[in-house]
């Protein structure tokens, strides 16, 4: 089993940068994809971002120049936390949307589906 809890979001004016974080707990977390996904009122829910075991990343075409995520490696034991974290830079105002973070059976690698997720963090661009 695993939690996931994010944090982080808020509001922001156009252009600014938020750091969002999902903090996990569970077993075998180093061995799981984990990911970034976000939902606008209204819209589907759509991925922004993935976190492979080994560390490669890969990023939504439409965000990829705004966004990093990365992961608290500080403590390597297998079954202790994790944070992972997504940065968005440069801010706009369709950004305003629900982000969740995801996380993947053991040892599946990212794409394959997403098994937790956590409840959102809202973020809000506006003036």
């Known amino acids: 089993q695993v939690q996931l809890v994010e944090s982080g979001g808020g509001s922001v004016s156009p252009g600014g940068t938020l750091r969002l974080s999902c903090a996990a707990s569970g077993y075998g977390l180093r061995r799981r994809c984990m990911g970034w996904f976000r939902q606008a009122a209204g819209k589907q829910r759509e991925w922004v971002a993935s976190l492979e075991p080994d560390g490669r990343t890969t990023y939504a075409d439409s965000m990829k120049d705004r966004v990093t995520i990365s992961r608290d490696n500080s403590n390597d034991v297998l079954n202790s936390p994790i944070v992972v974290y997504l940065e968005i830079n440069s801010l706009k105002p369709e950004d305003t949307a629900m982000y969740y973070c995801?996380?993947?059976?053991?040892?599946?690698?990212?794409?394959?589906?997403?098994?937790?997720w956590g409840k959102g963090t809202q973020v809000v661009v506006s003036e």
């Open positions: 995801g996380c993947g059976a053991l040892d599946r690698r990212c794409g394959m589906g997403v098994d937790y």
